[in-house]
């Protein structure tokens, strides 16, 4: 009973941090023509300004193992858009009343419990620089917390950035 019990709690820990990311791409692209990237210029990320250069520090890192160099004249270009929401709490407490004999009724409230649960939505497109055609998308989905040190801050973000380009460039498939 205590290791089910272990088990559980380790799962549910594990759970919490979860970055989930769904990915979308141009099947006709060949990815191996692009080596070089830029932003675009009127990117506006959602992002705190020390967040937004923690996301620039993690992309030059993971985009940099992936062979792709910062260039003024790129291949693709990057958009980023960053949106943080609160979802509702999952734990509430029951209160009960009801009512007895012949006739009967009864009233129930749910209490919750905690504090919302707060994610935050990272999006990133990838476009044909020459084309003006967007090839690559990726939307993940991570737990925030607003209280977390810079350094926790730090390592979410290049965990995030990373997670995002696990799946980049695609396989292709013939």
Do not use: H
């Not at 967040?51 to 958009?79: C, H, Q, V, W, Y």
């Not at 749910?110 to 990133?124: A, C, H, L």
């Not at 476009?127 to 737990?143: G, T």
């Not at 350094?151 to 995030?160: F, G, L, P, S, T």
Request: proline residues 4%; aromatic residues 8%.
């Amino acid at each position: 009973m205590k290791s089910l019990c272990f088990s559980v709690l380790c799962m549910l820990m594990v759970s919490c941090g979860v970055v989930n990311v769904n990915y979308d791409y141009d099947k006709e692209t060949d990815f191996s023509s692009y080596t070089t990237y830029s932003y675009f210029g009127d990117m506006e990320t959602g992002l705190s300004d020390f967040d937004e250069r923690r996301l620039m520090n993690a992309m030059e890192i993971t985009l940099k193992s992936k062979g792709l160099l910062f260039s003024e004249e790129p291949d693709l270009l990057i958009n980023v858009q960053s949106l943080v929401s609160k979802g509702q709490v999952n734990n509430s407490v029951g209160v009960g009343v009801g009512g007895g004999s012949s006739i009967g009724g009864g009233v129930s409230v749910g209490i919750p419990i905690g504090r919302p649960n707060v994610s935050r939505t990272i999006t990133i497109d990838l476009v044909d620089a020459k084309k003006d055609v967007l090839i690559w998308q990726a939307v993940s989905e991570s737990p925030f917390k607003e209280s977390d040190t810079p350094i926790v801050k730090e390592q979410k973000m290049q965990e995030v950035i990373a997670k995002i380009f696990t799946k980049y460039p695609p396989k292709q498939r013939k």
